[in-house]
């Protein structure tokens, strides 16, 4: 009997301890990142939706409480913010912080909300930047959801695995750019942080549920890019930016199985047709010149040829050769995206594409994928999460090979 | 040996730890994945036409032609300039009050006014007669409508170029006498024509005039060199005390105009058409 209470004894100690969510632990607090929202150099406005001060020497100023919105203006030199009760005016060298009074505050700039501090600076005299100082945890919540899709729950692990990308990238940046007076954009050039109105409760729960991890390679954090499709085959990141040469970022097919991973995106295949008029209309927008429109003395034979002179090991094309009528240009890298965009569209989706022309005036492009191809594909992943792939394999047994997680706190 | 209560009471811990999984806390092996492995190595890559084609020769190359044409000519006017009349209203330095008269005369009349720069005068002139009598019928207008210094004058006027158009669309008068400034009232024209004493085929329209004179000797030996020079149809006509010597009969204006240029070159510069 004395054995047996032992034993019950035993299995409950261990019991206890194999639930340790019961005690939910203190969490260490996450960093805050700077991200630029915008850099003005006329006369613009933010609007206060809860008390927020603005920390003097001699006093803490509440904004919010009766006239929520102040205006911000550059002055030469300096600026000057005020509202119908009150002006300040600063010198260049003044950065200004206004902080919230309680977790719940947000201030809309440009028609989007923001938690977290406002930090405002005039940078070289000229550009007055208003900066949201934020939570970095908070900062992913609006992010990951901008960046991809969170409206199915078989997206959930995607979205954790984009959760850490994103985290990754952003402590990264950070630690670059420290001596900066921001951290990241808030658009393409970093991520997009969509502000209050992008989240949702599916990616939201994404960033909770992978707090402070990041992706490391060798004791330091990981290149981490992602992408939205890589059209079956995945770039090696010295292809696209020669600075970048690791190891887990190299060419190799995007597959699971014996499929490709993103064959459900919408641009895993597509296609592209330009006829000669297009493509005077596109060089006539990039270098002045009609060529279709010119006046000749004689009847004219006016060629356009395309010739890819080189694609990179994963079969994107790397260099391109344009030449029309008497000028001919070489292209490399983004200008070849750049040089076929259309009204439509901004740019070619991506460099991974063959030519053909099928009459005298007709072009054709046929290409996959979308984005450089370097690291995740976005699409990849969302289809690996509906398959059943966590998170954690998406990452490191997928996408960044040789990588592993780690939480930072 | 155990009872079946202490066997139950064994399975409850043995049961949690299975689920806790207890190996996993403690050797930091954290994560296994559920799903198959085969979805995590591929064995063979993916075949697959468009990504094998990006290695071959084949999508690397494109050319477009097309050819550019000069432009077309000019169109050719919808008109063509004739021998004819006009009634000239104004003529002066200023060009201010020939656009006075000309917005006036506008207002008076559905013919075209022009207003001419040459010789270092402005002038306003209206219409486009071929035919002296239309020219005399509107300056009799206008001077009712008060342009009393109206005069016909005689000048390259516009006719539309399709030359069937001016003919399917006038009211053939009879014959003209030879234009001058000084017979301005059609009842004397018509009379003279009445006075035509040689006749001619109903068809013609239109005739080359070479001189008037009042020595019908002088117009028969002209008419025998026009005849030995061109070889058409020559002749001549008395009209009063004169006679007049013609060369050619015509049903168009255009038949009769390359004939005018030939004898204008070949020693008759002063040769003028008549209908």
Not at chain 2, 101 to 127: S, W
Request: with cysteine; hydrophobic share 35%; proline share 5%.
């Amino acid at each position: 009997m004395i054995r047996l209470n032992i034993f019950i004894l035993m299995a409950l100690i261990l019991l206890a301890g194999c639930i340790p969510q019961i005690k939910e632990a203190a969490l260490t607090p996450a960093p805050k990142i700077r991200v630029l929202l915008d850099s003005i150099t006329k006369k613009d406005s933010i609007i206060f939706n809860n008390v927020y001060a603005l920390k003097a020497e001699e006093a803490d100023y509440e904004f919010g409480k009766n006239n929520r919105r102040i205006y911000i203006e550059p002055l030469e030199p300096g600026y000057r913010i005020y509202n119908e009760n009150r002006i300040f005016k600063f010198t260049v060298n003044d950065g200004v912080i206004f902080k919230s009074k309680d977790d719940e505050g947000f201030f809309t700039f440009h028609g989007k909300r923001y938690k977290g501090d406002i930090l405002i600076s005039l940078i070289a005299n000229k550009d007055l930047q208003i900066i949201n100082r934020i939570d970095l945890e908070k900062y992913l919540e609006s992010v990951v959801p901008a960046e991809m899709p969170s409206h199915k729950t078989g997206y959930y692990e995607a979205l954790k695995s984009q959760a850490i990308c994103a985290r990754t990238y952003a402590v990264k940046k950070m630690d670059e750019r420290r001596d900066r007076s921001f951290d990241v954009y808030d658009d393409h050039r970093d991520q997009v942080y969509g502000g209050l109105k992008a989240q949702t409760t599916l990616a939201s729960n994404a960033v909770k549920e992978t707090r402070g991890d990041v992706m490391m390679f060798d004791n330091k954090l990981a290149d981490v890019f992602y992408h939205s499709t890589s059209g079956g085959i995945l770039e090696s990141a010295e292809n696209v930016w020669p600075n970048y040469n690791q190891p887990y970022l190299k060419s190799r097919q995007d597959a699971i199985g014996q499929s490709f991973a993103d064959e459900n995106s919408p641009y895993f295949r597509w296609s592209d047709t330009l006829s000669i008029n297009e493509l005077d209309v596109i060089f006539n927008h990039q270098f002045n010149k009609s060529y279709l429109n010119q006046i000749v003395q004689d009847t004219t034979e006016l060629i356009f040829e395309v010739h890819i002179l080189k694609r990179t090991s994963s079969g994107r094309v790397a260099e391109m050769q344009v030449s029309f009528g008497d000028t001919t240009i070489n292209l490399q890298g983004y200008e070849i995206r750049n040089f076929f965009a259309k009204p439509q569209r901004r740019s070619l989706p991506s460099t991974l594409f063959t030519i053909k022309s099928i009459s005298d005036s007709l072009l054709v492009i046929n290409g996959g994928g979308f984005g450089h191809g370097v690291g995740m594909s976005q699409y990849g992943a969302l289809n690996m999460s509906e398959k059943g792939f966590k998170y954690y394999d998406i990452l490191v047994n997928k996408y960044f090979i040789g990588t592993y997680l780690k939480k930072v706190y | 040996m155990m009872s079946s209560k202490q066997l139950a009471l064994l399975s409850i811990p043995v049961l949690l730890l299975f689920y806790c999984n207890p190996k996993t806390l403690l050797t930091g092996v954290t994560h296994t994945s559920d799903v198959d492995s085969v979805l995590f190595y591929q064995q063979n890559p993916v075949a697959d036409p468009f990504l094998d084609e990006l290695h071959s020769n084949h999508g690397n190359s494109a050319r477009l032609t097309t050819l550019l044409l000069p432009p077309p000519p000019p169109p050719p006017p919808d008109y063509r300039e004739i021998q004819g009349f006009r009634i000239q209203l104004f003529a002066g330095t200023d060009s201010i009050s020939a656009l006075s008269v000309q917005n006036k005369v506008n207002n008076d009349t559905d013919d075209p006014v022009y207003l001419i720069h040459e010789g270092g005068l402005f002038k306003i002139q209206v219409g486009d007669y071929p035919y002296r009598i239309d020219a005399d019928n509107m300056k009799l207008l206008l001077n009712s409508k008060g342009y009393d210094g109206a005069w016909v004058a005689k000048r390259m006027i516009h006719v539309p170029s399709d030359s069937s158009f001016v003919d399917s669309n006038m009211v053939i008068p009879p014959p003209p006498p030879p234009v001058s400034e000084q017979q301005p009232k059609p009842e004397a024209v018509t009379n003279q024509i009445t006075d035509s004493t040689t006749a001619q085929p109903v068809q013609t329209k239109f005739k080359i005039q070479i001189m008037v004179t009042a020595d019908e000797l002088k117009a028969q030996q002209l008419q025998l060199d026009l005849e030995n020079k061109f070889s058409i149809d020559t002749y001549y006509e008395q009209a009063g005390n004169i006679y007049k010597v013609f060369i050619g009969r015509f049903q168009t204006r255009a038949d009769a105009e390359v004939l005018l240029k030939n004898v204008r070159e070949n020693g008759y510069p002063d040769a003028w058409l008549v209908y």
